[in-house]
């Protein structure tokens, strides 16, 4: 598809945004117990899903950065694209409006289904996750290869870097350590693809080397005591401006979808899904207990009420993942609809009346600042992951 159509796409599309209106629909109460919980009516889920959804999409080729960026970053195929396409296969499911998935397609066919340029860097293989999905609906060949292509590459390189986080940078422009998975975010990115590719190719070479990478991640940035991940290594002895130990949320929130992301393509009975399972229920039950009053969590998850401000990125991921599992049985929803209804509030109010979704942290490896006009294309793809898990639990009611 010719760049010029997409653009004619894109601006037909911001049109028709700019004259829809959507309704806010209210929430209904649902008795548990002697407990009341507040809980959005479904078809309310799905308007805020699309309008977002809608908002960005006409804003995807033009979005300007929030916080630190390398140029070239935010081109599709790599992570920042790749992160709200995620996103958007979820809502592409779920939505009556075919629109979705058919821009999706446009999109893909005119990058040729392209991965990001460098061939081992987790942050350019997220996309592989919109190109599987693709093929599992279409069985488009040109979608599958370049993924196959790319991690049959990677694994007979078998890189053995050390883990270890540092400051210099190699000729692609990039950390050394990043031709593994030295870093949180890399959890989110690439292990999914190749678990899934492994399942629509019956090779289990791919999901061989997605355990023993993951794993070997884990067991390098998981801390002993509070069972949270550091970002990379370079975390590993500092100290927050509120003196506490540094666990990223949005870092953390990658690790939680990505270990969602996994279980996904793991059937029950797989002789790595207890490994996985057995992660996300300690994560689960690590991450519930930091939620702040508000409903959001910390930018940085141990400082506490200390960040005044409603981050959503973080609080989407964590809220997905929660509502994730109570859909596949692996949480109560007695114990966890509590914190995932307050997430689900922050990030419902976090939507302008125009469909832009706020308070997003800019690109970055820590805690930072943030305020309600900040927002990325990333945020808005854990927004609808959210959004997507949280439909799934209301149409079960």
């Not at 396409?85 to 990058?111: C, Q």
Request: neutral net charge.
């Amino acid at each position: 598809m010719p760049n010029r159509i997409i653009k004619i796409l894109t601006h037909v599309f911001r049109l028709l945004l700019t004259t829809s209106i959507l309704a806010c629909l209210p929430f209904v109460s649902l008795a548990n117990g002697d407990q009341q919980e507040a809980l959005p009516l479904k078809e309310g889920v799905m308007a805020q899903m699309e309008k977002v959804a809608n908002w960005q999409i006409a804003r995807t080729q033009h979005m300007t950065h929030v916080g630190r960026a390398r140029a070239g970053s935010e081109a599709y195929g790599r992570w920042i694209q790749g992160a709200f396409y995620k996103g958007l296969t979820k809502l592409a499911e779920r939505s009556e409006n075919p629109f979705y998935e058919t821009w999706i397609g446009y999109v893909g066919k005119d990058h040729n289904w392209k991965l990001g340029k460098v061939k081992y860097f987790a942050d350019d293989h997220v996309i592989a996750q919109t190109n599987l999905w693709y093929y599992r609906r279409h069985k488009n060949e040109e979608a599958l290869t370049p993924v196959k292509e790319t991690f049959d590459w990677l694994i007979e390189q078998a890189p053995d870097n050390s883990l270890e986080f540092v400051a210099d940078r190699n000729k692609d422009k990039v950390h050394n350590c990043q031709w593994r998975w030295c870093w949180a975010d890399a959890l989110f990115m690439a292990p999914p693809a190749l678990f899934e590719l492994s399942s629509i190719t019956g090779d289990p070479k791919y999901a061989n080397y997605a355990h023993k990478e993951f794993k070997a991640t884990i067991d390098y940035l998981q801390d002993p005591k509070t069972k949270l991940i550091f970002r990379d290594s370079r975390f590993f002895n500092k100290k927050g401006k509120f003196e506490e130990q540094v666990f990223w949320s949005r870092g953390m929130g990658w690790v939680y979808a990505g270990v969602v992301h996994s279980l996904e393509s793991l059937p029950v009975g797989h002789k790595y899904r207890s490994y996985y399972e057995a992660l996300y229920l300690q994560l689960s039950k690590t991450i519930v207990a930091l939620q702040k009053a508000d409903g959001a969590w910390p930018m940085s998850l141990l400082a506490g009420e200390n960040y005044k401000e409603p981050e959503t990125s973080g609080t989407a991921f964590f809220t997905y993942g929660i509502i994730w599992g109570m859909n596949n049985g692996l949480l109560e929803s007695e114990a966890y609809l509590p914190a995932a209804m307050k997430g689900w509030k922050v990030l419902s109010s976090a939507v302008h009346p125009d469909g832009k979704f706020g308070w997003v942290q800019g690109v970055n490896e820590k805690p930072d600042v943030v305020t309600k006009d900040d927002s990325q294309l990333f945020g808005v793809g854990a927004f609808l992951l959210a959004g997507s898990a949280l439909y799934d639990f209301l149409g079960q009611k």
